[in-house]
């Protein structure tokens, strides 16, 4: 089946700093998703990206859709404690998750 | 609105017994999805609904794994019998719109199953 392959699989970054972590895959997907989950929760959508090409910003995060529908990033600037979490990108064909990124930011 | 609300929270239970994982979707929403969270295997799609049919259930790993949605405001997944294999965090999530809706997907707290 159709793999997705996330990475960095951990950050650990000082507070301020900015963060990237990008999902590849063999497959085209027709819709990219970044979620966040933390500890003990659901995962929680942070972003949902239709078109090749497209840029998409939820505050501090940024996200693209690749032009080969085969990758996308996030990106999250300046960031803050409560960054904190797992992330997690999505490919829509069947609903296929990356391994997700885990993200520590140090104060 | 309460959000996806799954029962129980924690479930502890011994190889061979049953186990029957609860969802309620958030109202209004056509659209049920369970997912199962290991460490090994990350973050799975096990089956779909869409107003209340079972629409994919490609993902369910095996015949001790059934999944029910007699209503727009429940839906059960049961495992019978359960293996310590089938440990892991299983998510409920609903959404609302035409084919998977995913955009709009919300995902409950999860049930966290141990099979000893």
């Known amino acids: 089946g159709q793999q997705l392959n996330q990475s960095p699989q951990s950050m650990f970054i000082q507070e301020g700093e900015d963060v990237s972590m990008n999902c590849t895959s063999s497959?085209?997907?027709?819709?990219w998703l970044w979620y966040k989950q933390d500890p003990g929760e659901g995962p929680v959508l942070l972003i949902a990206?239709?078109?090749?090409?497209e840029l998409t910003s939820n505050g501090r995060l940024t996200a693209q859709f690749g032009i080969t529908r085969k990758d996308s990033f996030l990106n999250i600037s300046a960031s803050i404690p409560s960054d904190v979490g797992i992330y997690f990108c999505a490919g829509v064909n069947d609903m296929r998750f990356g391994a997700g990124t885990r993200l520590t930011v140090k104060p | 609105d309460a959000g996806v609300i799954q029962s129980p929270r924690h479930e502890v239970t011994e190889m061979g017994q049953e186990v029957t994982l609860r969802c309620k979707p958030i109202s209004g929403h056509n659209s049920l999805f369970w997912y199962r969270q290991t460490m090994m295997r990350g973050l799975e799609l096990l089956i779909y609904f869409n107003n209340n049919v079972p629409i994919d259930d490609s993902g369910m790993p095996e015949d001790r794994f059934s999944a029910k949605m007699p209503n727009a405001s429940f839906s059960t997944l049961k495992i019978q019998p359960s293996e310590p294999r089938d440990s892991a965090v299983y998510f409920c999530a609903s959404s609302f719109g035409v084919g998977r809706g995913i955009e709009t997907q919300y995902f409950g707290p999860g049930t966290r199953l141990l099979v000893l």
């Open positions: 497959s085209i997907f027709n819709t």
């Open positions: 990206l239709y078109k090749a090409g």
